[in-house]
């Protein structure tokens, strides 16, 4: 008799301690993963639904949703359960690092570092975030970051990736981003291999299975992974200033592993035979991170729920974090009758695949941060709302031209002006200076007037210099305008070949300036001619 309750007394105990502990996961039983629509190209994207996925898989006490705040859904083979309204208070929401601040207003945040700050986002965007966020490191990607970090590393593979025996026939190489960690791109594949770009993972699976080498040029994309598990080796040129060692921390499937070299890999050209004597040895160090995604999600959420985490793990929290190399960005101030418009029709026809930028010709105030592309061109009427911290990384360029052959330039294009002598013009030119100055730029009047009072009327020296200060960091001239590109190429490490000015067509001959007009212009435009170099 004394035995039974002795039993019963522990029963009750065993249930108290159950109830009080599905009470604390209860308190937290909803998790969010903040992610963009799905995008089977984009790693970081794979890994925040890949991270859902594990999550509901092995713990049966949470809610689990993606909410994609491109408001898709967009159904995939990894995580399909999405959340958009109704969202509920009680919370822990998971965001990548390239989203400011909390847009769910959520109780509690979790920050996931998938690659460092300045690559896709702007380098102080942690200084969006709240001072009691959690931060996890997909990897530590160079050994100057600050040794305070919690690595919490997921790897995701897709099944189908695998060698299938090929005959091995033809190389292939990707770009995709290399010109954020690379200052110069020296191009070592050989010519006819096979671009990747955006293809699927079944395209995928076919080119890495018939090709021998993959010469990848952005040395932190998942493909490098991809291609060795179908047995082709990949090659990665060195980064200036990173060692093997240190590369090897970017991969995820080595932060728990400690070693000097990377088996199956090249990482130079001159490590090839190595990798390729080591080719089994890379493809099982990858999947044996496979069955250790489980117990790392496990214990990331006992971590993210256990309200003593930060005062256990102080050094987890954000404090500072360091980025390494110097990611140049760049915002070109467009002016009317400069050239501009050429410059940006050749940035178009090159950023297809090559450059991330954004222009932006809006004249009243910007709430969205750019700071994540690396080139912004916009107007001068609104270069006040990238004069601030956010964006003190940019070199702001801006191109300027001779007075006197902007003026014919913008007198011929202007059709209201075009059909009056140039010296009628001078003299009572469209707009007024004094009653439409830029600051008070809706004062203008009608489309027609201000369109005209911007590319004839108003002074270079108004669009690019204000309060006395000037707004660009470097100025170029229309004169010498393949210096501009030159200086693009060389700072975004691009290669802009073709370049076609567009030009207001009119007669030369009968545009040679008078000696009246000549005059008009230098007393017009006469701090034009004084600021930017010309001669009168």
Same mark, same amino acid.
């Given at each position: 008799?004394?035995?039974? @309750?002795?039993?019963?007394?522990?029963?009750?105990?065993?249930?108290?301690?159950?109830?009080?502990?599905?009470?604390?996961?209860?308190?937290?039983?909803?998790?969010?993963?903040?992610?963009?629509?799905?995008?089977?190209?984009?790693?970081?994207?794979?890994?925040?639904?890949?991270?859902?996925?594990?999550?509901?898989?092995?713990?049966?006490?949470?809610?689990?949703?993606?909410?994609?705040?491109?408001?898709?859904?967009?159904? %995939?083979?990894?995580?399909?359960?999405?959340?958009?309204?109704?969202?509920?208070?009680?919370?822990?929401?998971?965001?990548?690092?390239?989203?400011?601040?909390?847009?769910?207003?959520?109780?509690?945040?979790?920050?996931?570092?998938?690659?460092?700050?300045?690559?896709?986002?702007?380098?102080?965007?942690?200084?969006?975030?709240?001072?009691?966020?959690?931060?996890?490191?997909?990897?530590?990607?160079?050994?100057?970051?600050?040794?305070?970090?919690?690595?919490?590393?997921?790897?995701?593979? %897709?099944?189908?990736?695998?060698?299938?025996?090929?005959?091995?026939?033809?190389?292939?190489?990707?770009?995709?981003?290399?010109?954020?960690?690379?200052?110069?791109?020296?191009?070592?594949?050989?010519?006819?291999?096979?671009?990747?770009?955006?293809?699927?993972?079944?395209?995928?699976?076919?080119?890495?299975?018939?090709?021998?080498?993959?010469?990848? @040029?952005?040395?932190?994309?998942?493909?490098?992974?991809?291609?060795?598990?179908?047995?082709?080796?990949?090659?990665?040129?060195?980064?200036?200033?990173?060692?093997?060692?240190?590369?090897?921390?970017?991969?995820?499937?080595?932060?728990?592993?400690?070693?000097?070299?990377?088996?199956?890999?090249?990482?130079?050209?001159?490590?090839?035979? @190595?990798?390729?004597?080591?080719?089994?040895?890379?493809?099982?160090?990858?999947?044996?991170?496979?069955?250790?995604?489980?117990?790392?999600?496990?214990?990331?959420?006992?971590?993210?729920?256990?309200? %003593?985490?930060?005062?256990?793990?102080?050094?987890?929290?954000?404090?500072?974090?360091?980025?390494?190399?110097?990611?140049?960005?760049?915002?070109?101030?467009?002016?009317?009758?400069?050239?501009?418009?050429?410059?940006?029709?050749?940035?178009?026809?090159?950023?297809?695949?090559?450059?991330?930028?954004?222009?932006?010709?809006?004249?009243? #105030?910007?709430?969205?941060?750019?700071?994540?592309?690396?080139?912004?061109?916009?107007?001068?009427?609104?270069?006040?709302?990238?004069?601030?911290?956010?964006?003190?990384?940019?070199?702001?360029?801006?191109?300027?031209?001779?007075?006197?052959?902007?003026?014919?330039?913008?007198?011929?294009?202007?059709?209201?002006?075009?059909?009056?002598?140039?010296?009628?013009?001078?003299?009572? #030119?469209?707009?007024?200076?004094?009653?439409?100055?830029?600051?008070?730029?809706?004062?203008?009047?009608?489309?027609?007037?201000?369109?005209?009072?911007?590319?004839?009327?108003?002074?270079?020296?108004?669009?690019?210099?204000?309060?006395?200060?000037?707004?660009?960091?470097?100025?170029?001239?229309?004169?010498?305008?393949?210096?501009?590109?030159?200086?693009?190429?060389?700072?975004?490490?691009?290669?802009?070949?073709?370049?076609?000015?567009?030009?207001?067509?009119?007669?030369?001959?009968?545009?040679?300036?008078?000696?009246?007009?000549?005059?008009?212009?230098?007393?017009?435009?006469?701090?034009?001619?004084?600021?930017?170099?010309?001669?009168?």
């Amino acid at each position: 008799m004394f035995f039974i @309750y002795i039993l019963i007394f522990f029963i009750i105990i065993l249930l108290l301690f159950i109830n009080k502990t599905e009470e604390h996961f209860d308190s937290k039983k909803t998790i969010i993963v903040y992610a963009p629509k799905f995008n089977e190209s984009s790693g970081g994207c794979i890994v925040l639904y890949y991270l859902a996925y594990l999550i509901k898989k092995n713990s049966t006490y949470y809610n689990v949703y993606i909410y994609d705040y491109s408001r898709t859904n967009l159904k %995939n083979n990894i995580y399909n359960n999405f959340i958009n309204q109704d969202i509920p208070t009680n919370n822990i929401t998971i965001y990548p690092e390239i989203t400011s601040g909390n847009p769910l207003n959520s109780p509690k945040c979790v920050r996931y570092i998938l690659c460092e700050l300045g690559k896709h986002c702007s380098k102080d965007i942690y200084k969006t975030w709240g001072k009691e966020e959690l931060i996890f490191h997909h990897s530590s990607f160079n050994s100057k970051i600050n040794n305070k970090i919690n690595p919490f590393s997921i790897t995701y593979i %897709n099944p189908i990736f695998k060698d299938l025996g090929y005959k091995r026939t033809d190389n292939c190489f990707t770009i995709r981003k290399a010109h954020k960690f690379y200052k110069k791109i020296d191009l070592i594949h050989p010519k006819n291999s096979i671009e990747i770009t955006n293809e699927s993972h079944k395209q995928l699976l076919e080119i890495f299975n018939k090709c021998k080498y993959f010469y990848c @040029y952005d040395p932190y994309t998942g493909l490098s992974n991809i291609a060795l598990l179908c047995g082709c080796i990949p090659i990665i040129p060195k980064l200036d200033g990173v060692s093997e060692k240190e590369y090897i921390k970017s991969k995820s499937y080595c932060q728990y592993e400690t070693i000097n070299k990377l088996p199956g890999y090249a990482y130079g050209i001159e490590n090839l035979e @190595y990798a390729k004597q080591t080719v089994k040895e890379g493809q099982q160090l990858i999947l044996s991170q496979l069955d250790r995604n489980v117990v790392l999600v496990k214990q990331f959420v006992k971590n993210i729920m256990n309200p %003593n985490y930060r005062e256990n793990n102080e050094k987890y929290y954000f404090n500072k974090i360091e980025t390494f190399g110097n990611r140049k960005q760049i915002i070109f101030i467009k002016t009317p009758k400069t050239g501009g418009n050429s410059l940006v029709q050749s940035i178009i026809n090159y950023s297809k695949e090559n450059i991330n930028f954004k222009s932006i010709y809006l004249t009243g #105030p910007i709430n969205k941060d750019y700071s994540n592309y690396d080139m912004i061109i916009c107007l001068s009427s609104n270069i006040n709302n990238f004069l601030n911290e956010n964006y003190n990384n940019f070199i702001k360029l801006a191109l300027v031209r001779n007075p006197y052959t902007k003026c014919i330039s913008g007198w011929k294009y202007c059709k209201s002006l075009q059909n009056k002598s140039l010296i009628d013009v001078l003299n009572d #030119p469209p707009g007024s200076l004094k009653k439409c100055p830029i600051k008070n730029i809706n004062n203008i009047g009608n489309g027609t007037i201000f369109h005209d009072w911007s590319h004839f009327t108003l002074t270079q020296t108004e669009m690019l210099i204000k309060n006395n200060k000037k707004i660009y960091d470097k100025i170029f001239k229309y004169e010498n305008y393949t210096d501009i590109l030159d200086f693009i190429n060389k700072e975004l490490s691009i290669d802009i070949k073709e370049l076609k000015l567009n030009k207001t067509k009119y007669n030369k001959k009968q545009t040679k300036l008078s000696d009246n007009e000549k005059k008009k212009i230098q007393v017009i435009f006469k701090n034009d001619f004084v600021n930017f170099g010309y001669k009168f």
